[in-house]
């Protein structure tokens, strides 16, 4: 299943992402592409807010993993600068086995997603306007859209 949201404002990604939270299960996987700037980390924070996280989500480009401690723990992670570099951070026992973890810049750990994960592409349209597009892989994640207008 695969749904497209319009977000015109940071405000509207977080609410639709903080909406989402409330649907989440231990151990689901979310990956989040778009160039620079599309609104990645921005969704997470939403994510972040619906999980109860007080503590400020900030890009995790330079430390590629940070943990939360919410209703599911976060579990973030940056894969922008780890091309072919993975190998020993131990992500594999990490992904998809506790919390809720989010992966921006996913194309560069194609190995590490597992096979069912709720892929979201984002887009810029304009200075304050986004495209969302929600794919769902497995029946799980199908039943996630479903609570997504
Ligand atoms: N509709 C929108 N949704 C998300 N972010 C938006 C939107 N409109 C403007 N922005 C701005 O775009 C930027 C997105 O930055 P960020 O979330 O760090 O992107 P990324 O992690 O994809 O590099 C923020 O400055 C945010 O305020
Ligand atoms: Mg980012």
């Known amino acids: 299943m695969k749904k497209h949201v319009i977000s015109t404002s940071r405000a509207q990604t977080i609410d639709l992402a903080k ?12 990956t ?4 620079l700037g599309a609104g990645k980390t921005t969704f997470t924070q939403g994510l972040g807010q619906g999980l109860g996280i007080s503590k400020l989500i900030s890009s995790p480009t330079f430390t590629i993993m940070k943990q939360y401690h919410g209703s599911l723990d976060l579990i973030h ?3 922008y600068r780890l091309e072919g570099l993975h190998q020993d951070l131990g992500l ?5 086995t506790e919390g809720v973890c989010v992966i921006e810049w996913p194309e560069q750990i194609p190995d590490l997603i597992p096979a069912e994960h709720l892929a979201i592409t984002i887009t810029r349209l304009s200075e304050d ?5 929600l794919e ?3 029946a ?6 479903e609570f997504i207008s």
């Open 92 to 96: 594999d026992e990490l992904i998809g």
């Open 32 to 35: 989040l592409s778009g160039d």
């Open 77 to 79: 992670i940056d894969a």
């Open 19 to 30: 909406h989402l939270a409330g649907y989440l299960f231990d151990g689901c996987v979310i």
């Open 136 to 138: 769902a892989h497995g």
């Open 129 to 133: 306007k986004r495209d969302l597009k």
């Open 140 to 145: 799980r994640y199908d039943a996630l859209l």
